[in-house]
T-cell receptor, first 117, second 112 residues
Framework: GAVVSQHPSRVICKSGTSVKIECRSL??????MFWYRQFPKQSLMLMAT?????????EQGVEKDKFLINHASLTLSTLTVTSAHPEDSSFYIC?????????????FGAGTRLSVL | AQKITQTQPGMFVQEKEAVTLDCTYD???????LFWYKQPSSGEMIFLIY??????QNATEGRYSLNFQKARKSANLVISASQLGDSAMYFC?????????FGKGTHLIIQP
């Protein structure tokens, strides 16, 4: 099956610092990558959709200057949480899709648990 | 707007029994896909099974099968011969022109 690697799995940082999370599709080319946020005991909330080589599309209410997304290649997307604050503490999870020819199935990374002190 | 409803917040099932997790959906898009994902306590989202809106047969993947009833707009997941390792959160999701929408999930606990 398709494998998506997400790194790091856990980050603890001080308030005001920036954190970068990487998402890689290891065995397929991802036309689209997605970034989600998940609060405890809740479902996934889509933050943004990114296509290789173009600007990410952010969901309503998600600050694009706060959550910078770069989709530099067909196998790599990064999410940078800039000037992180305690309220940004959450579980962030990425997914990658090879598009309609692959039934639009999204394969997920293992997630990153961010704790901002 | 599309919507996914999972009415069972939690379920307790005896090991080796079959399990049915409910999922109903609503969309005006005639072309859509339905997915089930498993999320263990470790957090990763594991893809289980896919059903296309035009697929004539119900999808099956090993012990997982999807009971697709298009007229009722339901896409229940059936797990046969449940195992202790099946304990996890299960999310139903739908992909249409509006994007991918997840249900709130069902927390399944398999008891020995």
């Amino acid at each position: 099956g398709a494998v998506v690697s997400q790194h790091p799995s856990r980050v603890i940082c001080k308030s005001g610092t920036s954190v970068k999370i990487e998402c890689r599709s290891l065995d397929f080319q991802a036309t689209t990558m997605f970034w989600y946020r998940q609060f405890p005991k809740q479902s996934l909330m889509l933050m943004a959709t990114s296509n290789e080589g173009s600007k990410a599309t952010y969901e309503q209410g998600v600050e694009k200057d706060k959550f910078l997304i770069n989709h530099a290649s067909l196998t790599l997307s990064t999410l940078t949480v800039t000037s992180a604050h305690p309220e940004d503490s959450s579980f962030y999870i990425c997914s990658a899709s090879a598009g309609p020819q692959a039934k639009n199935i999204q394969y997920f990374g293992a997630g990153t648990r961010l704790s901002v002190l | 707007a599309q919507k996914i409803t999972q009415t069972q917040p939690g379920m307790f099932v005896q090991e080796k029994e079959a399990v049915t997790l409910d999922c109903t959906y609503d969309t005006s898009d005639p072309s859509y896909g339905l997915f089930w994902y498993k999320q263990p306590s470790s957090g990763e989202m594991i893809f289980l099974i896919y059903q296309g809106s035009y697929d004539q047969q119900n999808a099956t993947e090993g012990r997982y099968s999807l009971n697709f009833q298009k007229a009722r707009k339901s896409a229940n997941l059936v797990i046969s011969a449940s195992q202790l390792g099946d304990s996890a959160m299960y999310f139903c999701a739908m992909k249409s022109a509006d994007g991918l929408t997840f249900g709130k999930g069902t927390h399944l606990i398999i008891q020995p």
